[in-house]
């Protein structure tokens, strides 16, 4: 009885978590709404699930469309590193975050054909890009408050 219950509860959380999960196209229209501290981790969010969206769609060949989740990727890395900055918070989490997106590229790039590598490749510039970024605004030596 008591796995039973268990069971039901674990199944029952599980599909709250699955409901929750909101689209892209939700988590942008919440962008534009947003406060300017909770801009960083949204932005990072999204990129973050533009990086899933990729690998699964050249997994299923569809190239064109994996491609512009791959710019999305770099574009939703680039807000989220500019919104960090500007509020001054979450900066370590965009960077962990931005780092962790251009490895999962990486690995996304060694799986596909030549000539479909160089827009990953450009994102992953685009994401160290961000990681320099943040990196120099964390150990600028300037405190929160300071210009």
Do not use: W
Not at 111 to 119: G, V
């Amino acid at each position: 009885m008591r796995r039973l219950l268990l069971s039901f509860i674990l199944f029952a959380l599980a599909a709250t978590c699955v409901a929750r999960e909101e689209s892209v196209a939700d988590l942008k229209a919440r962008l534009e709404g947003a406060r300017p501290e909770d801009r960083p981790e949204l932005c990072a969010h999204i990129a973050q699930l533009q990086v899933r969206a990729a690998d699964r769609l050249y997994t299923e060949g569809h190239v064109d469309e994996a491609r512009a989740a791959v710019e999305d990727v770099a574009v939703y890395f680039e807000k989220a590193r500019d919104a960090a900055i500007d509020s001054k918070s979450h900066l370590k989490n965009v960077e962990i975050d931005a780092r962790k997106a251009a490895e999962k590229l990486r690995d996304i790039k060694r799986t596909l054909a030549f000539e479909d590598q160089a827009p990953v490749e450009q994102a992953i510039q685009r994401l160290e890009a961000v990681r320099t970024g943040l990196l120099k605004e964390m150990f600028s030596g300037k405190k929160k408050g300071q210009k």
